[in-house]
């Protein structure tokens, strides 16, 4: 069953055309990734899935339920952590999410079991200072426990991890996963690196529309490959290589890549083999996410 | 309703961690006994000018102060509180805006009209509370070093002063739902009450217009006077004009924060 789907969604800032037909599926229980560049919509498209922001055009379901703009009812099914969260200062961690709790209509021993598990679940059981004192770091781990509070089908985070430091990514990153077991995480980011990590499904987002979008490994078997290293025994053979094939580049003494057709690719295996040239290896460059956003944001 | 409840607690506790309330609460006690002590330290401040004003030609005979110098001096008093009360208060909705901590609570899922009314609430709490804190300090100096039933028709001339203040709240929230910048709201709200000032100085429109409970302070006179009573039924038509405005200011607010960008 899909989570969220997301038809033709257009919005304009005065001349700007932010969003141009946008078409989004999310189906249940996965980690979504939804990447594009900074300015390129992500955070527009998730205000307007939370009914923050009213698209020019285009509709979007959550769980089979329109969105409305404004006052909007889908929202009890969605969890949502902005990319710079803002609480009230004053409460204390646990305060803040038993106030959550009790503006939903919670049940108060639902709300406190459900808040001591979150807050341990996010490494801040044991706070009870005020939130003013709470590094960023903080302040997003208590965004995910607030955002799961009302164990949400769907958790939107936009950002989570961008304005952190590497510990303090991998820790959104871990509690990230362990929240899969319990909703559907849609997860907007420019660090490819954590979408590999983590996400089962990811989608790109360039000049406001989706691009390309499917399983991570679907997404990589889009380019079969991104060339290959050639390696061979002596210094003087790589040499010859070079000057055989203008698509060969010698990276160090006696290692080459390529970047070419398959006719190329061949050539140079017969050459290989004609002359006997003794090969250390021949290894296939795996493609990775960065050389695909690269090449379809271009 | 149990999520307008948890709204109010978190605004009342806003309010106590803030600061806010006790310095509203400070500021009213202040002028509530300041109103008796400018009224009781007259004679003596006239005394003390008395050599230098005779100088000039002006002899000072003796000055009589009665609780009547002390309620004029409560209502003058009285629109500088509001005006404070106005500058502490009004950044109630532009600061959560400006900070984004509304919106994680509108995502939960909370009404936006809950919003508007507890804030609302606050608002008129803060106010009803204060106004009425410093009119019991007044009112009991008052009572400890003259009497206050001398001074006739102080509750009409109370009351309208405090439902002056509430207009003037429900101005603060619409414009609040309107605007997004603490400064544009402070702006439009004196704009309005300027307005309705301007207003108040043409014959025929003065009998409507809210800013004619401003003019309460007219109303004081001695018991019983036949005068003070017709002043009280003029007053009728800009009591009905205020409530109605406060009413449709505040129904106005709800469906124009449901539509809000945040």
Known sequence: MDVLTIRQLSKRFGNKEVLRGLDLTVPEHSIYGFIGRNGAGKTTTMKAILGLLKPDSGEILCLGEKVCYGQTHTNRHIGYLPDVPEYYSYMTPLEYLKFCGEVCGMGKADILARSNELLALVGLGQDNRRIRGFSRGMKQRLGIAQALLLRPRLLICDEPTSALDPAGRKEILDILLAAKEQTTILFSTHILADVERICTEAAFLSGGR????????????????????????????????????STLRLTEQNTLVFHGGENEYFSILQYIAENRIPIQRIERIEPTLESLFLEVTK | MRSFIAFMKKECLESVRTGRLIILMLLFVLFGIMNPAIAKLTPWIMEMFADTMAESGLIITDVQ??????????????????????LICSDTFTREYKSGTLLLVLTKGLARFQVVLGKSALLFSLWTLGYWLCFAITYGYNAYFWDNKATGNLFPAALSWWLFGMWVICLVILFSVLLRNNTEVMLCTAAAVLLAYLLSFLPKV???????????????????????LNTAITLQKPVIITVATCVICLAASIPVMNKKQL
């Open chain 2, 206 to 228: 003065n009998a409507y217009t809210p800013a004619a409970l401003m003019g309460a302070v007219s109303l004081l006179g001695s018991p019983g006077m036949q005068e003070n």
């Open chain 1, 210 to 245: 989706i691009v390309m979008q499917g399983t991570i490994a679907e997404l990589k078997s889009r380019r079969a490959s991104d060339g290959y290293i050639l390696e061979t025994l002596r210094e003087q053979d790589a040499r010859a290589l070079m000057n055989k094939s």
């Open chain 2, 65 to 86: 102060v009665d609780a009547m110098t002390s309620w004029t001096q409560f209502f003058k008093n009285i629109p500088l509180a509001l005006i404070a009360f106005v």
